[in-house]
């Protein structure tokens, strides 16, 4: 083995030790530590905890507000999961033949680049009781009865935080799509074009087809953003009225700053943890049933395709 190949061998062994050393430090070692604290009552300022068993889990299961925070988790992502086919048919407009699409692509991915805190100090505001720009809008369409308490009746609060969420994170799948959309080869679609193929069946067919790995991320990132919503409640409504607008997060870092249970709160940062990855598992099964593996489709092009 000559010098040349041991500096290679050398440098590719550093290049892959200092990931390794980092996710060991700042993910694997913090997993582990809080899996460890969720066993304890720590209050977060005490030198000594006490080992408690599974009692942290056990009031868990039982708190309801909780469960509600979590039930609210839930309608941000519903209201993010139906937007996913309204995202992918502006995207397949954005790439089209579109006049001063670039200018329409920048403002669409303006919201997301935008401080999430700014944004849900800015909809504060538009949303306020108190000459509110939204009711203003409402008033001058003639619609002044539909006024509401916007971000103090429990039961569209949440619809509103969503909506918000909704504004900042769209332009963020959207672009991801677009990407997704001009990696398809155009061969494929000029073919397509030629043997007859309408818009939608090109895109049924063989757009939706050629993103799914794409869309499979999306969706993944859907699940994620909606169980780790923070900001945008914790600014507008500070999770209230009461425990109406809470999130799963929001009600963990109270847990452990405002209550000072910090055992209990990292025994809900473990759950969630082992929710999005039980989540993440199911999805992907259930998103590639009836898919051939690929070593099976590899199996098939040897025989002849037979």
């Given at each position: 083995?000559?010098?040349?190949t041991?500096?290679?061998?050398?440098?590719?062994?550093?290049?892959?030790?200092?990931?390794v050393v980092?996710?060991?430090?700042?993910?694997?070692f913090p997993?582990?530590?809080?899996?460890?604290?969720?066993?304890?009552?720590?209050?977060?300022?005490?030198?000594n905890?006490?080992?408690?068993?599974i009692?942290?889990?056990?009031?868990m299961?039982?708190?309801?507000?909780?469960?509600?925070?979590?039930?609210?988790?839930?309608?941000?992502?519903?209201?993010?999961?139906?937007?996913?086919?309204?995202?992918?048919?502006i995207?397949v407009?954005?790439?089209?033949?579109?006049r001063?699409?670039?200018a329409y692509?920048?403002?669409?991915?303006l919201?997301?680049?935008?401080?999430?805190?700014?944004?849900?100090?800015?909809?504060?505001?538009?949303f306020?009781?108190v000459?509110?720009?939204?009711?203003?809008?409402?008033e001058?369409?003639?619609?002044?009865?539909?006024?509401?308490?916007w971000?103090?009746?429990?039961?569209i609060?949440?619809?509103?935080?969503?909506f918000?969420?909704?504004w900042k994170?769209s332009?963020?799948?959207?672009?991801l799509?677009?990407?997704?959309?001009?990696?398809?080869?155009?061969?494929?679609?000029?073919?397509?074009?030629v043997?007859?193929a309408?818009?939608?069946q090109?895109?049924?067919?063989?757009?939706?087809?050629?993103?799914?790995l794409?869309?499979?991320?999306?969706?993944?990132d859907?699940?994620?953003?909606?169980?780790?919503?923070?900001?945008?409640?914790?600014?507008?409504?500070?999770g209230?009225?009461?425990?109406?607008?809470s999130?799963?997060?929001?009600?963990?870092?109270?847990?452990a700053?405002?209550?000072n249970?910090?055992?209990?709160a990292?025994?809900?940062?473990?759950?969630?943890m082992?929710?999005?990855?039980i989540?993440?598992?199911?999805?992907?099964?259930v998103?590639?049933i009836?898919?051939?593996?690929?070593?099976k489709v590899?199996?098939?092009?040897r025989k002849?395709?037979?």
């Amino acid at each position: 083995m000559n010098s040349l190949t041991k500096k290679r061998n050398r440098f590719i062994i550093l290049s892959l030790l200092v990931p390794v050393v980092l996710l060991i430090a700042f993910v694997v070692f913090p997993a582990v530590d809080l899996f460890r604290m969720s066993f304890t009552n720590w209050d977060g300022y005490s030198a000594n905890s006490n080992f408690i068993g599974i009692e942290n889990y056990i009031s868990m299961f039982k708190n309801k507000d909780l469960w509600l925070s979590l039930r609210n988790n839930g309608i941000y992502f519903a209201v993010h999961l139906l937007m996913i086919p309204v995202e992918m048919a502006i995207a397949v407009i954005l790439t089209s033949k579109l006049r001063a699409a670039k200018a329409y692509k920048t403002i669409v991915f303006l919201p997301y680049i935008i401080n999430g805190v700014a944004i849900a100090y800015a909809f504060s505001y538009f949303f306020s009781p108190v000459n509110g720009a939204f009711d203003s809008i409402l008033e001058v369409l003639h619609l002044g009865g539909l006024s509401q308490n916007w971000l103090s009746d429990p039961k569209i609060v949440n619809f509103v935080l969503a909506f918000v969420s909704l504004w900042k994170f769209s332009g963020y799948h959207i672009v991801l799509f677009i990407a997704a959309l001009q990696s398809v080869p155009k061969d494929i679609v000029e073919a397509a074009n030629v043997d007859g193929a309408n818009a939608f069946q090109i895109f049924r067919y063989i757009q939706v087809p050629s993103i799914s790995l794409v869309l499979d991320f999306i969706l993944f990132d859907n699940i994620r953003g909606a169980l780790q919503v923070f900001d945008i409640p914790f600014v507008m409504t500070q999770g209230g009225p009461g425990y109406a607008s809470s999130t799963f997060t929001l009600y963990t870092i109270k847990t452990a700053f405002t209550f000072n249970n910090f055992g209990l709160a990292s025994t809900m940062a473990v759950a969630i943890m082992i929710l999005i990855v039980i989540i993440y598992v199911v999805q992907n099964r259930v998103l590639h049933i009836g898919k051939p593996k690929p070593e099976k489709v590899l199996r098939i092009r040897r025989k002849g395709g037979k």
